[in-house]
């Protein structure tokens, strides 16, 4: 037997079946990012609640395996096979639809260890009666699309994937082609933006019938729900889009709560009515760096100390949308800079931060691509989500 068929025929993959599996799948995903210049260490409890079905609402309505490679007993890969029940109804010119499955949590020693993690969740996935795979999409579309194929040489923002750029040849090998692609925008916010927007800004600053307001954490579960409706609206169209169900809506706020400073987050409201938003959080990367993603003996303190003021914080806009009675208007444009200008001062004048991302942001909304190269922010990281037929 060569060498390759000896390394072929040692790599077993194990499905993860309990409490332990999923302990052991969390850390081998740990050991893999440890290994990659400009990672972040993330907090390894909150890494295990995305993979409990008892507590990640996700699984409220998705089937899940995850599975472990190992050679010689030692753990050389993972990958996640999903199944999306609500994104089973979604249309197919949209992404998923009926028949398409997924896979996630992909890592790998080597290209024979990716070529067997594959194989075996894409047959997972025929077993369960798909006949299409779609991924790396770990789990959620809301929670870490894609596979970092550009942007290596620069930490990610907070639930940004980071991938070495040599899986996205070993995914590509395995016959797999490129379904989407999703960027990332860097802004300088330690400027105002040029005079064009801020004429249109002052425009709408001058309109009465306008009013953009800050987020009120004292009605925070009223504010998350005109959120998520405007986003269910804004968003129905986008490809890959499963709307947020209520369990997944109570998850999101009481998660995301923390890390809210209303100042930074904005809902645009015509005639007093709720039509567009803008959500925008500190980076929690920069805090988890200087921890190393460790809460104890005194990582807990730096954390809590950097919520309350995240002073110098690159800033991040991970969702914002207007309802889709005003896409392709001049009024969804000026709201959508209004809510970027009023963040991004302050963000800059209270909190001392230089640099915003924007993202992720499909290839082909060209609304969105339209306002970031308007503001003059640049791509920098690239993921590409892949596809397959499996039948």
């Not at 907070?158 to 899986?167: E, I, L, R, V």
Request: aromatic content about 8%; hydrophobic content about 45%.
């Amino acid at each position: 037997m060569t060498d390759v068929a000896s390394r072929k025929a040692d790599v077993r993959i194990e499905p993860v079946t309990d409490k332990h599996g999923r302990a052991a799948f969390v850390d081998v995903g740990r050991a893999f990012s440890n290994r990659l210049p400009n990672f972040v260490p993330q907090i390894r409890g909150e890494q295990l609640e995305l993979v409990d079905p008892g507590k990640n609402p996700f699984f409220g309505h998705a089937r899940v395996q995850l599975f472990i490679a190992r050679r010689g007993g030692q753990p050389v890969g993972r990958i996640s096979a999903h199944i999306d029940d609500l994104a089973l109804t979604m249309p197919v010119e949209k992404g998923f639809g009926p028949g398409t499955g997924c896979f996630g949590y992909f890592d790998a020693e080597d290209e024979d260890v990716a070529r067997a993690l594959l194989t075996t969740a894409e047959a997972w996935l025929v077993g369960q009666g798909m006949r299409r795979v779609l991924g790396p999409i770990s789990l959620a579309m809301w929670e870490e699309p894609g596979l970092l194929v550009r942007g290596q040489d620069h930490p990610p923002m907070m639930m940004m994937g980071h991938h070495p750029a040599h899986y996205a040849g070993w995914i590509e090998a395995a016959g797999y082609s490129r379904a989407k692609t999703l960027y990332t925008y860097d802004l300088d916010i330690s400027k105002p933006f040029s005079p064009l927007v801020q004429r249109i800004v002052q425009s709408g600053e001058r309109n009465a019938r306008i009013n953009v307001r800050r987020v009120d954490k004292r009605r925070w579960d009223e504010e998350v729900a005109v959120i998520l409706a405007i986003l269910n609206d804004a968003w129905s169209d986008n490809w890959g889009f499963v709307p947020f169900t209520p369990a997944e809506v109570a998850y999101a706020g009481k998660k995301l709560r923390p890390i809210i400073h209303e100042e930074l987050n904005m809902i645009a409201e015509v005639d007093g009515r709720p039509v567009a938003f803008m959500l925008t959080w500190p980076d929690a990367n920069d805090a988890l760096a200087k921890i190393k993603g460790k809460l104890f003996p005194l990582g807990w303190l730096h954390m809590l100390r950097w919520l309350r003021f995240p002073k110098g914080a690159g800033m991040r806009v991970p969702l914002m949308g207007v309802l889709k009675e005003l896409h392709n208007t001049r009024m969804a444009s000026q709201l959508a800079f209004m809510m970027i200008e009023g963040i991004r001062r302050q963000a800059n004048g209270k909190f001392g931060s230089t640099r915003g991302e924007l993202g992720w942001v499909l290839d082909d909304n060209q609304g969105m691509v339209a306002i970031a190269d308007t503001i003059q922010s640049k791509v920098n990281r690239e993921y590409a989500i892949y596809e397959r037929a499996l039948v």
